[in-house]
């Protein structure tokens, strides 16, 4: 409900991965991609980020079309670069 984003993995004893922190409200959807290394979410704040899992201090790309809570997001199964994201008035493809 902080805005952030906290990658644990439980099966090693310090778990937490990552911290991924761009949002003021509660953080409201999560896809990672097929390869693992970008993540989208989406916020009540209506922004979406896309951040690399190399460089998880900063975000990738911020998308700030949306005028309502970014709920829905979705990786094409078959274009590793194309998100479809819902929630707002606006959908989007990244390329």
């Given amino acids: 409900m902080d805005g952030q ?3 644990n993995d439980v ?5 937490v991965v990552e911290t991924y922190r761009g949002h003021t409200q509660e953080v409201c ?3 990672w991609s097929e ?6 979410n989406g ?9 690399d899992r190399s460089r998880a ?5 911020r998308l700030r079309e ?20 819902g ?3 606006i959908t989007h493809g990244l390329a």
């Fill in 57 to 61: 201090t900063q975000w990738l790309h």
């Fill in 66 to 85: 949306h005028t309502s809570a970014v709920k829905a997001l979705a990786w094409c199964p078959f274009q590793g670069n194309l998100l479809a994201i």
């Fill in 87 to 89: 929630g707002g008035t």
């Fill in 5 to 7: 984003i906290i990658n």
């Fill in 11 to 15: 099966r090693i004893r310090s778990h």
């Fill in 29 to 31: 959807g999560l896809k």
């Fill in 35 to 40: 390869s693992r290394q970008q993540l989208a």
């Fill in 43 to 51: 916020s009540n704040d209506t922004l979406v980020h896309i951040w």
